[in-house]
C-alpha cells in the first residue's frame, strides 16, 4: 500500500532505472566455477558495483581493490521494507543474476559532483555506489573502475541522483 498519494504524471516514461541495459552493444557475465552466486551479509545493491569472493561463491556491495562487477537488474530484488513500492536489494542468501563484466547500463550518479562523457566511474567501498571523476582522481572512500560515463538518461545533465549511462569501452 503506497504511503503517499501520486502527486505528478510523467508525460515521457524514463529511458530505465539503475542495472537496466542502456544499449542493444554486447554485454558480458560473470562466469562462475562452480555453482550460483549468492549475496553475502548485508546483501547486495541492484544497479551499483560489486565484488565477489569466488572461493565461498558470495557476492558484496563491500569490498576493497576494483569491483569485479556491474549488478544487472533481473528483477530478482526483494521488497522487504514495509510498506515500500519497490526494492533494490537481493537480500542476503538469495541467487545473484547476472554480474556483468562489460556492456552498456543505466547507473545513478551518487557522487556529489556532475558527470560528464568520459569520466570514469568509482565504486564506493562500502555499498558499491557508483560516483564519477576524471580519470587517476581520488574519491574519498572510493576506488577508480574500468567503467566509463559514456551518456545520460533521457533529458539529463549527468547530475548527482540522475541516471547515467556506464560502459567499459570508453567513449571513441
Known amino acids: 500500500m503506497p504511503t503517499t498519494f501520486q502527486t505528478s504524471v510523467n508525460v515521457v516514461q524514463a529511458p530505465g532505472v539503475p542495472g537496466d541495459f542502456a544499449s542493444a552493444d554486447p554485454h558480458f557475465s ?27 561463491n558470495k557476492v558484496a556491495s563491500t569490498g576493497s581493490g576494483a569491483p569485479d562487477a556491474f549488478v544487472h537488474r533481473e528483477m530478482q530484488a526483494t521488497i522487504t521494507t514495509f510498506p515500500a513500492e519497490f526494492g533494490m536489494t537481493i537480500p542476503a542468501g538469495q541467487r545473484v543474476g547476472s554480474l556483468m563484466t562489460g556492456g552498456c547500463f543505466y547507473a545513478k550518479n551518487a557522487g556529489a559532483g556532475t558527470a560528464a562523457r568520459g569520466m570514469k566511474a568509482f ?32 533529458g539529463g545533465t549527468g547530475a548527482s541522483g540522475e541516471l547515467v549511462k556506464i560502459s567499459h569501452l570508453p567513449i571513441g
Request: net charge negative; with cysteine.
Open 30 to 56: 560473470w562466469v562462475t566455477s562452480g555453482g550460483i552466486l549468492v549475496a553475502d551479509t548485508g546483501g547486495v545493491t541492484i544497479g551499483c558495483f560489486a565484488w565477489v569472493n569466488a572461493a565461498q
Open 123 to 154: 565504486a564506493n567501498t562500502t555499498n558499491g555506489a557508483v560516483s564519477f571523476a576524471a580519470a587517476g582522481a581520488t574519491v574519498a572512500g572510493s576506488v577508480e573502475t574500468k567503467w566509463f560515463c559514456v551518456g545520460f538518461g533521457e
